[in-house]
């Protein structure tokens, strides 16, 4: 981290630098760091030259897409000025217009070469999203939080922190242990379904096997619907045609087809 204060209260954030370039920090943990540092020099105003990227994209631009604002807006920095005579007022209706462009769109927009872009967005919009993702700014945003869900080992069966989401539900009775152990028969038993979509009764009847509370399987099947634990999203819908809930398991991490040349 590089930043410069002046007797005047002024400040300036030159660069950051995290787990990317061989730090032991991530971004931001320097920027939690550089925030407080602010705080408690009594900064009257902090400037900085967003150049930020991730993975050869503009930062500025992919979360401006998802959330409205920049990646250092979650310490409340905000657009100063432009180059080329953009000012604010462009600057936010061209972020409103980018969120607002509707998926559909796209399609017209490709050629047959990059067919697999569309069977990339029809993967999220279909498989994984729990609703509907009508613009470009709900991919993104789905995509991002989608990113942080997902454990960084993908030998990971189970997620630690979903037990958290689950038992912060009041009308969850168990333990921690009795529900984590369901979450791993259901989950097993969706794998050996091998990705086809089964009926929550044919779920629940291979599960009960293994445990006998059924009380315990009726609540983790209503808690996993549309959740992702571990590497896995647990994809939950009503046949159309039967008008009874099914569940199918989607390995996130798995490599994304190759296409035919």
């Known amino acids: 981290?590089?930043?410069?204060?002046?007797?005047?209260?002024?400040?300036?954030?030159?660069?950051?630098?995290?787990?990317?370039?061989?730090?032991?920090?991530?971004?931001?943990?320097?920027?939690?760091?550089?925030?407080?540092?602010?705080?408690?020099?009594?900064?009257?105003?902090?400037?900085?030259?967003?150049?930020?990227?991730?993975?050869?994209?503009?930062?500025?631009?992919?979360?401006?897409?998802?959330?409205?604002?920049?990646?250092?807006?979650?310490?409340?920095?905000?657009?100063?000025h432009g180059s080329f005579g953009i000012n604010v007022e462009i600057y936010e209706s061209a972020i409103k217009y980018l969120q607002n462009v509707p998926l559909g769109l796209l399609a017209h927009h490709l050629d047959a070469c990059k067919k697999y872009i569309l069977i990339l967005l029809s993967r999220y919009q279909i498989v994984l999203s729990g609703h509907s993702l009508v613009t470009l700014g709900d991919l993104f945003h789905f995509m991002l939080e989608l990113k942080f869900q997902v454990p960084k080992d993908s030998t990971t069966l189970y997620n630690s922190q979903y037990p958290g989401l689950v038992l912060s539900d009041t009308s969850c009775r168990w333990s921690p242990k009795r529900v984590e152990m369901a979450i791993r028969v259901v989950i097993q038993a969706l794998k050996r379904a091998e990705l086809r979509w089964v009926s929550r009764q044919e779920v629940r009847d291979t599960a009960r096997a293994y445990i006998g509370d059924t009380g315990l399987l009726d609540f983790v099947l209503k808690s996993l619907g549309n959740h992702v634990v571990g590497k896995y999203f647990v994809r939950r819908c009503l046949n159309p045609v039967t008008k009874v809930l099914e569940y199918c398991l989607e390995d996130i991490l798995c490599k994304f087809p190759k296409q035919e040349e």
């Not at 002046?6 to 787990?19: E, M, P, S, V, Y």
């Not at 990227?53 to 409205?68: E, S, V």
């Open 1 to 80: 981290m590089h930043g410069v204060f002046h007797t005047n209260g002024f400040g300036h954030l030159l660069c950051i630098k995290g787990l990317e370039a061989g730090l032991d920090l991530a971004g931001y943990q320097i920027m939690e760091f550089w925030d407080r540092l602010c705080t408690g020099l009594g900064a009257r105003k902090v400037t900085f030259k967003d150049t930020s990227q991730k993975k050869g994209m503009d930062l500025r631009l992919l979360h401006a897409m998802a959330y409205g604002k920049s990646w250092f807006g979650r310490w409340d920095y905000v657009f100063g």
